[in-house]
Structure formats: structure tokens, C-alpha cells
């Protein structure tokens, strides 16, 4: 499994956690996503051959921007 850290600066409530959360969970190969209201963090526990590109677009057709991103682990 691949860690990925994804930095979201436009989340600031619930209805956004529950928008990010419901997308990206609805992936094949995505097995945990957690949005952080407090750092404005979307990490997300998937299958190496999900790819960052796809998880920042299924954000960002939310109506999300991202600012950045980064691989936090791979096993």
C-alpha cells in the first residue's frame, strides 16, 4: 500500500469532508481516506497503481483546488 498526502486549502467543513471522503473512497485501490478539517489534509492509504494524478482530479472534480501533494510511504 502507497500513503499519499494531498494538501487542500479549500476544506472548512463538513460537507467538504464528507465530498472528498465519499469521491475518493469510491476509487478502486483506494482502501482509507481521511480529510483533516485542521490541516486542510486529505491522506489517502491506496494501491501503488493508483496514481497521484487520479486522486488529485477525482479532488479537484469535486470543486476542489490542490495545492500540493506528496507520497507520505510506500510498503
Known amino acids: 500500500m502507497t500513503t499519499t498526502r494531498v494538501s487542500v486549502p479549500g ?10 471522503d465519499g469521491a475518493v473512497s469510491k476509487e478502486e485501490g483506494v482502501q482509507s481516506v481521511q480529510v483533516d478539517l485542521s490541516t486542510k489534509q486529505v491522506t489517502v492509504e491506496h494501491n501503488p497503481r493508483v ?25
Open 11 to 20: 476544506v472548512h467543513c463538513d460537507h467538504c469532508v464528507a465530498s472528498i
Open 51 to 75: 496514481t497521484v494524478e487520479e486522486l488529485v482530479g477525482v479532488i479537484e472534480d469535486q470543486g476542489y483546488e490542490v495545492e500540493s501533494f506528496e507520497e507520505v510511504s510506500a510498503k
